[in-house]
């Protein structure tokens, strides 16, 4: 049959469980015990020489008049079967250990207490000699012990006897009056592995397999010196007796010779003793529950990708230091601490959390730069933030009546931001008069300010030192400005004649070589190039519908567009296209065309779908041999040739890509890092096949995603700046650390103590 408890397969007649140690409804109650120790042991001269030891300190020992001995109701199986059992033994806790080493039908709990000697023990040599059957003998005998003695020996693992002993009385009468007696080797290579884990509940109540520590007392031949103690730890467990009783009985005879008034008075001073004691355990008790608690609420913060949180609420689960006896260290909560720091750790975890960010309302853009160390967002009450893309550090906040009074954004068509270089952000609107502005990133101070300048695009160079924008006026015309990124000066200015060009409502697409002076401003299916450096402009086609990317590299006007007509099925096979123009010399030859179609996936659950249609879209450039656009339509990631747009590579995904960046790791080879619609972030080689598991490379984060920016900062990691569309005011921010191939991090606890209070001290 299977437990009650935790669902493990256990004998049919079976009281206990093996693997939580938690009694079954109906268990049937043993029996007056005849033997006060089961002795089990391996037949080999060492560990037959201990079991002798212990068998006949247990016969001749006499318990002391003073001694209480204590006995346990069987556990009442009303209770939770996922509460915690409080008797389970520790080591460090005698006391403890001793009380739960008894165990007592209700039948006999009122009896009067027993002799004060122990009993017989039971060791299979001495009774087992006359007895027909071995078996049926053993299995009697068990149930007849009120404990189980196994002396542990690195050989003892591979005694089957021994198991089945274990396991027999483990089901009979629980797992808590089973007392390890080491004979040779150490806890690790000679305690067996059942009694070594037990399933315990989490703070979901889900039955975990989690570590656990039985008493073993040390009878090696290097603990001669202390074997005296250790047989009456062991006597005190069979016993039922307080340890430290036990130890002090000669020392409380010596007292009673004194005087009434000394002894009174001695007497007071234990009592007084005892209960601050007890307060002080019971204060460590609640400490590390709080603490496990805490630890628990830490891993759950880190999986949301909220690390910094989670290194608080870890921190706070902890002793100040290694030396710091205020509050107990829980291994838990060290654990917690070590994952969020990513120390101490035995699996490799490419992709890890930094922070997580919650604007003050919906964000509706945000910008970093490729070689810059800072992230800015804008939401929609107008709050400005720039922040450390690593740690979430604010650097300043501002508003955008700073720049637009009275005016407050309200969505992503009115406003622009736009890395442009290191340590420069521009921020654009056309809302009212419009403004244009550049923020320096290092503390958030405005570097220079074109006041009523509505702008309709923006196209950052890749100098880094010069951008372009593009306005369209209310006759029809359309004009572009080149401009210098340090101060904001005017190179060129070109303007058409009223062509009938109408504002869009969102921002169009934009593109600008810094090289040839061309600026490319999409109007739906149609682009205005205009050669700055010429005076000229040419109005062309280039797509199939509306334009969501241009992109310029080596006078090659590359556009990606798809067309999304009406009827019911709209989002099934949305035709798209990408084409190349040659724009050397001021002309406009085609070079190539690819075309096809993609459908929208969604996102999410049966009853939570979000929808996100992946549109046809450029997301930079890739040289892997040959110089390539890195281009998505769907759920489909394409490389195409730049030179003759055939398809250097192609992957289809589970999921809508939302964006791609590329990852140059040397030695490792090449990566494209993916940004998925579902949370999905994974890296892919287009030249090699890649070397590492593939769940090594990828990670699912607890968000769908509507935009992200994901770029390589100079110290070679892949940061992924992710927006949640089911969170619409949460930013978070992934890395992908390489580095980590190696060995993680070692530190000591001190080290990590410091190590998340500099993180902390940082934000």
Known sequence: MNCQHCHSEIPDDAAFCLRCNLVQPNAIEPEDPRYAAFISYRHLPQDSEIAQQVQKAIETYRLPRTSHRKRLAVPDTATSPHSPTDSSPTPSDSTAVAASSTFASSKTANRPLNPRRLGKCFRDEDELAASPSLPESIQKALAQSRSLIV???????????????????????GRDRIICVLADGDSATSIPPLLKTRMVPDTCDIMREMPAEPLAADLRPESKTKRKAELLRIIAAVAGCNYDDLRQRERRRRLEKLAIAA????????????????????SRDALAAESRSLAAIAQEQLARGERLQAV?????????????????????????LEDALDVNQDTIKLWKPNFAFDAEAKIIAMAADDNGDWVITLDENGTITLMDVFTGATRKTFHAHDFVSGLTPTNSDDWILAAAGPNRCLIGTRLGAGNLACIDTTNGSVLWEHKKAPIDALAVGEDNETFAVCVIDDDGSAAAVVMKIANGEIINYIETSPEGVLRPDIFPACSYDFKTGIVSLSLGKYVISFFTTSDKYQLFELGNGLLHSLHMRDS??????DYKGAGENWWIDIPFMLTAIDTSENTLEKQW?????????????????????????????????????????GNTLRVISLANGSEVYREDFPNSIVSVGTYYGGDN??????????????????SEPNTIASDTLRIIVPYRIDEAILFQPPNGMVVALLHSSNQPERLIS??????????SPECTFDELIEQARELIGDR
């Open 151 to 173: 002396i542990c020996s690195p050989q003892t693992l591979e005694s089957t006897w021994v198991q089945r002993e274990i396991e027999t009385f483990a089901s009979l009468h």
């Open 263 to 282: 002894l009174a008075a001695t007497l007071s001073t234990v009592l007084v003793t005892a209960l601050a004691l007890s307060a002080f355990y019971a």
């Open 312 to 336: 608080e609420t870890a921190l706070s689960a902890l002793p100040d230091s290694s030396s710091d006896l205020r509050r107990p260290l829980v291994p838990e909560a060290q654990k917690a």
């Open 556 to 561: 090659v006007l590359i556009g990606a567009s």
């Open 593 to 633: 065309t690819i075309e096809g179609a993609f459908s929208a996936t969604v996102a999410g659950g049966a009853y939570d779908v979000d929808p996100y249609l992946g549109n046809a879209r450029i997301h930079g450039y890739a040289f892997e041999g040959v110089p390539s656009v890195l281009f998505s339509a």
């Open 669 to 686: 080879g090449d990566f494209l890092a993916v940004a998925l619609a579902d949370g999905t972030l994974d890296m892919r080689s287009p």
């Open 734 to 743: 992934y890395r992908f650390d390489v580095l980590t191939l190696t060995d």
